[in-house]
């Protein structure tokens, strides 16, 4: 059992700060044999920002998130819509890699609720600082967290959701499911991974600019928003907006 106080949301006026507490992190298992802390990377004043699962091997080599064959696909993905690492911010719900030792080799899985828990002391100040108009769910864990419990990335990969941590939310497909989905007749969904992005561009942009143009009140962080921003349901059927309130996340 994770102690509560390790539960406490850390609290820092800058993400270097941020960042700093949480390479020393001791709040759950997962820290125990990890090699680093993949915090978090990209542009922090970007409109958008991505989230995924966790860290993997390569993750937890180098302190950074996405940067193993996944995180190459995801790269492509965004440079087919003109973007880089430079345009977004990429981090995820937890921290740390989620692996099992067997036969003194690390196995990667899923994290629990428990290590996803313990993270969101580092997540949600993460988004707080970072304030973005979107967030982007990478992978159904992601959304699980962020977006609804019950979320199914099959069937609602791609609308709008309101969130409690941006002005919406959306998810896309994780692109280690594309990686494994691909055939020689099938790009695996990463065509829908494409679009999605695409969508949540868009969207984080026309917020952006509402909200500098005086047209839209500041964004309440933590709490769920009583209907859709009009950006996101101006966007037509592509990226339809669901105005299903969400349910109540794990944070």
Request: glycine letters at 8%; a negative charge.
């Amino acid at each position: 059992m994770i102690p509560m106080v390790a539960l406490m949301e850390a609290e820092a006026r800058t993400l270097e700060e941020l960042r700093e507490q949480a390479i020393v992190c001791r709040a759950c298992p997962l820290a125990e044999k990890r090699t680093n802390v993949a915090f978090g990377e990209g542009n922090p004043t970007s409109p958008l920002v991505l989230v995924g699962e966790g860290p993997g091997e390569q993750e937890d080599l180098t302190g950074r998130p996405f940067v193993g064959r996944a995180g190459q696909l995801l790269d492509k993905a965004l440079l087919e819509n003109g973007l880089t690492r430079e345009h977004v911010y990429i981090c995820n719900i937890v921290k740390c890699r989620a692996c099992d030792w067997i036969d003194g080799r690390p196995v990667n899985r899923a994290p629990s609720d428990e290590e996803v828990l313990a993270c969101r002391k580092w997540l949600v100040p993460q988004l707080r600082l970072l304030a973005p108009q979107v967030i982007l769910c990478v992978g159904g864990p992601s959304a699980k967290s962020l977006i609804r419990k019950d979320f199914s990335i099959t069937r609602e990969r791609g609308k709008y959701f309101p969130c409690a941590f941006a002005r919406c939310a959306l998810a896309t497909l994780h692109p280690a499911y594309v990686l494994r989905q691909q055939g020689a007749n099938s790009d695996g969904g990463y065509s829908l991974l494409v679009a999605d992005i695409a969508r949540a561009w868009s969207a984080a942009q026309k917020l952006r600019d509402q909200e500098i143009a005086g047209q839209l009140a500041p964004h309440e962080f933590g709490s769920l928003p009583s209907s859709m921003p009009a950006a996101a349901q101006d966007l037509g059927t592509d990226g339809q907006a669901n105005q299903e309130p969400a349910q109540e996340s794990l944070f």
